[in-house]
């Protein structure tokens, strides 16, 4: 049987990429990882998880969570750099 952190790793995703995607579909992790894992692999679905990331660093800053919004910032640096049609 595969566990969450199985699923993740499959998911060519971080840990803190799905749980962005999971934050901001407001929806289970396990859900988040089938979804994310989708989306990576289309390059318009690569565009829309980094929208994804951007909006939870906007609310997460609008909230006044300087945490969050660093780990987001974190966790969108680090997608842009993996995911490298991002940049085109």
Known sequence: MLTLQDCIELS?????EI???????HIPEMAAV???C????TPSGEK???RMIVDDLAHA???GDAAH???????LKHYVA???TLAA
């Open 61 to 63: 800053r609008e909230k």
């Open 38 to 41: 989708y989306l990576c692999h």
């Open 34 to 36: 089938e979804m994310g």
């Open 48 to 50: 829309r998880i980094r």
């Open 12 to 16: 060519d995703l971080t840990e803190d």
């Open 69 to 75: 919004a660093a780990l987001l910032k974190s966790v």
């Open 19 to 25: 749980l962005a995607i999971a934050e901001h579909e």
């Open 82 to 84: 993996a995911h490298q």
